[in-house]
């Protein structure tokens, strides 16, 4: 598989001050993360900038194994009968993998990639860059969707303030992406709400909601814990020596036809 396709480890250093003057405990070898009081902006909002360690989700209907406070998953996820057989039928070797030709991941797959990811936020903009591939994702402080989103990869995100918890709400996908590793299907039907708080200087309490009336019955949600990085991005290069696309071993993607490439 390519190098869009390669799971590793997270990319993790070992020195750092913290974040927003938070002094950190340090032992050698370890970073610790900061737990005084979250920042905040100079207009009084939490402030969620930051590079952020978080958890791998290759399948979207299970927890974290090892520990279900950092990723607790869906459990058995409420296919319709469409979405059943989507998944039963899908097998990227055979069907093609988008991600495998370093396509956009999408939104939810590029947050359930295993790597960091970094957030810049001011008044007008809630943005995070995606180590993973490299990809970009912006939701614009504003009260309202397009009347007629064009469809996208990412989709169109709003982001609003209750209280101290940013909520971000997302629709007009273009369906070619999958939620997970797995191949958990959505539509371009897709409505995404994702809420996350900063629960202190080093975390950030992470839920989102997903409701697609074509694959699933009804809605369901995922939890994260994010945790503060002492690191930096690293640059993801895609494809490089991606031996299995061009010996076979994996098909090119193509455009489903189910899809429309516009509304």
């Known amino acids: 598989m390519g190098v869009g396709q390669i799971l590793g480890a ?45 958890p791998y989700v290759p399948d979207m209907s299970n927890s974290n194994a090892r520990n279900p406070s950092l990723q607790k998953g869906a459990g058995p996820l409420p296919y319709t009968a469409a979405g059943l057989e989507n998944i039963k039928s899908y097998d990227p070797e055979k069907n093609g993998d988008y991600t495998g030709m370093c396509m956009p991941f999408g939104l939810m797959r590029s947050v359930n990639a295993p790597y960091p990811f970094q957030i810049m936020q001011n008044d007008k903009y809630f943005t995070i860059l995606f180590e993973q591939s490299n990809w970009f994702w912006i939701a614009p402080f504003k009260n309202e969707h397009s009347k007629d989103p064009n469809p996208t990869w990412f989709g169109e995100s709003i982001a609003k303030w209750e209280g101290d918890t940013l909520v971000i709400d997302t629709i007009g996908f273009n369906g070619f992406t999958r939620l997970d ?32 009336p074509v694959y699933y019955s009804t809605p369901f949600t995922n939890e994260r814990t994010f945790t503060v990085a002492n690191t930096d991005l690293l640059e993801y290069s895609c494809e490089e020596n991606n031996r299995s696309l061009w010996e076979g071993r994996i098909k090119i993607w193509q455009v489903p036809n189910s899809v429309p490439l516009r509304k």
């Open 10 to 54: 997270q990319n993790l250093g070992t020195l750092g001050t913290g974040v927003a003057g938070e002094s950190t405990v340090k032992t050698p070898g370890k970073f610790v993360p900061p737990t005084g009081p979250a920042p905040r902006l100079p207009n009084g909002k939490v402030d969620f900038s930051g590079v952020w360690d978080h």
């Open 181 to 212: 590793t797995k191949g958990n299907p959505h539509s371009d039907k897709l409505h995404m709400e994702q809420r996350l708080t900063r629960t202190d200087a080093g975390h950030i309490s992470y839920k989102v909601t997903l409701e697609d």
